[in-house]
């Protein structure tokens, strides 16, 4: 019985393939992700990171395999799953202020017809201040630095109140302090037991910010806590053994 | 004189009706960058006039517009599945049924005049608009139809913001995006296809797209642009009408869409914060304030410099003597 509640996944992946006009992006993937990680999706460009984001939370619909959150399918478990997209995926010219940016994490838990109002107001702005921009709660979206949309983007999921967050490039355009504000958001994350699954770039940082990794061009190529999966031979494999700038 | 007061009134009511439905739908569309849509939805929609015309031989307003809405659901519908099924593109997909269905739309317009068919007058008013022949059941049909439009787009206000705004969020979130899209459009195709007999099948996407563009300088929140376009989009109908009915022959259509360009061109010139004549006034106004900056920081430079060579030389030689 306890063995069983031990396996408990936060994130299952069986044998995952996404094509796209019969070109496979993504190759039969396996992924188990325990409770309580902050993992680190890395892999080159075109490796399909962010389409397995996608194909976990369904937006986009696989050739093949199976995902399952916590032991169900994802539109069962819509509710603890939070969201981050990437910040170059909306139009930030849209009339809208921060405020009702973040206020629409809140619109899967409200239903249909209800609108927002002074509850999700004020969630809203404890994840804005959480995020250090309750300054900004009514300022016009389209006069954000690339920086405060990445954290409104953040504040938005927070608000989901989710227990697996799924995040494609947070870090992003991102300056140093808010790349360290950011972390230090995932890190309380992770203390809370929640698990962060996030997309990522920078290669010399992922022992720093991650306790889990997974490298991925296309096929998985390894996936597991960082000190023993991020290895330099595991690196080569992924990025086909131009990373003169790894040295371990 | 009674009755050309009472004819102005109604045609008045049922062009300020066009415009607020038009303004307050078309802001999604220009919002989606979907304002060629319209223009491909209000030209398809032309073939499915004349053929409700010919099978029914009625010009009940609510006839003919069913046929429109049946036929511009139609190219959209081609539309989509040429772009899914196909390697042709979205802007080509949206050219090809536009000008086909516009086609084919004349050819039958042509046919039933032909016919001599002495029901057929008026029919031809679809392809520039003539909201003098709007009639009172016109009006009424379209403050039912819009009013309905106007409701469901209330109703499903903060799932079609998101939809336009993050579609992958949406979705993310369990919206279904797929049927909301469908709603969106069918929406727009009621505003588009009400618009017909005032504004014409040819114009009918200006109706759409200037009202928001213009409202678009004036907010930065959706409800308000909803508002204004809708605003703008009743005066542009009413002052068109106006106009067209005042002078002889002037085709009402071409005047509604030139009234809410003129707002198009008034906003993007007066506009706070997005307005030309705004940029121009802050440019200025940051050139002055840089220059002033500039020049005194080269004043501060040259004084410190200055500073630092009078305290330092008699230091410097006070040293090299040591």
């Known amino acids: 019985m306890t063995n069983e509640i031990n396996e408990i996944k936060a994130i299952e992946v069986t044998d995952l393939t996404v094509a796209y006009q019969e070109k496979p992006v993504l190759w039969d993937i396996d992924l188990d992700v325990p409770p309580g990680v902050l993992l680190a999706i890395v892999g080159p460009n075109g490796a399909g990171k962010t389409t397995l984001i996608k194909a976990i939370l369904g937006l986009v619909r696989p050739a093949a395999g199976r995902v399952l959150i916590y032991d169900k399918p994802y539109p069962l478990q819509r509710r603890i799953v939070g969201y981050v997209p990437q910040r170059g995926s909306v139009d930030w010219d849209f009339p809208t202020n921060v405020l009702d940016v973040v206020m629409m994490g809140r619109y899967g838990s409200l239903g249909w017809f209800r609108r927002p109002g002074k509850a999700e107001r004020e969630l809203a702005m404890n994840a804005l201040e959480k995020v250090g921009m309750q ?25 989901q109140d989710a227990t697996v967050y799924l995040m494609d490039e947070p870090f992003q355009g991102v300056d140093a302090t808010t790349e360290r504000a950011i972390v230090a958001l ?11 699954v996030v997309v990522h770039h920078a290669l010399q940082t992922v022992t720093d910010y991650f306790d889990w990794v997974m490298l991925l061009n296309i096929r998985r190529i390894a996936s597991g806590p960082v000190e023993e999966m991020f290895t330099p031979d595991n690196l080569r494999q992924t990025y086909g053994g131009r990373v003169a700038f790894m040295k371990n | 004189m009674h009755t050309l007061n009472y004819t102005l009134i109604v045609v008045g009511i049922g062009s300020a009706l066009l415009g607020i439905i038009s303004g307050a739908l078309g802001t999604y569309a220009v919002l989606r960058r979907q304002s060629l849509l319209g223009d491909a939805i209000s030209h398809a929609a032309l073939p499915g006039i004349a053929l409700a015309f010919l099978l029914t031989g009625s010009k009940t307003p ?20 040429i772009v899914k099924l196909t390697r042709i593109k979205y802007d080509s997909a949206l050219g090809l049924v536009l000008s086909t269905f516009f086609g084919f739309g004349l050819v039958l317009h042509t046919l039933i005049q032909r016919n001599g068919n002495a029901n057929q007058a008026g029919l031809d008013t679809f392809l520039f608009g003539q909201a003098a022949s709007l009639l009172e059941r016109d009006v009424l049909t379209i403050g039912i139809l819009g009013g309905i439009a106007l409701l469901i787009m209330s109703l499903f206000w903060k799932e079609l913001k998101l939809l336009v705004f993050d579609e992958g969020f949406a979705t993310s979130i369990g919206l279904p995006v797929r049927a909301l899209d469908i709603l969106l459009t069918s929406l727009l195709t009621v505003a588009i296809v009400l618009g017909l007999q005032a504004v014409g099948a040819v114009l009918m996407s200006a109706m759409l797209v200037a009202p928001a563009v213009a409202a678009r300088q004036w907010t930065d929140r959706l409800g308000h642009m909803v508002l204004i376009a809708a605003l703008f989009g009743a005066i542009a109908g009413v002052s068109g009408t106006v106009l067209s009915s005042s002078a002889s022959r002037l085709p009402t259509g071409p005047t509604i869409v030139l009234c809410a360009t003129l707002f198009v061109g008034f906003s993007f010139a007066l506009a706070p914060n997005r307005g030309l004549v705004w940029h121009w006034v802050r440019h200025r106004r940051d050139k002055e304030h840089l220059k002033l900056a500039a020049s005194r920081s080269v004043k501060e430079i040259w004084k410190r410099k200055e500073l630092t060579r009078l305290q330092s030389t008699p230091t410097d030689k006070y040293i090299s003597k040591k």
């Open chain 1, 135 to 159: 300054a900004y709660a009514d300022r016009q979206i389209s006069q954000l630095s690339g920086g405060q949309q990445q954290r409104v983007f953040l504040a938005r999921a927070l608000v």
């Open chain 1, 186 to 196: 995932l890190q309380e994350l992770r203390a809370k037991g929640k698990t962060v």
């Open chain 2, 62 to 81: 609510l006839i003919l517009v069913f046929g429109a809405a049946m036929a511009g659901w139609v190219g959209t519908l081609l539309i989509l599945s």
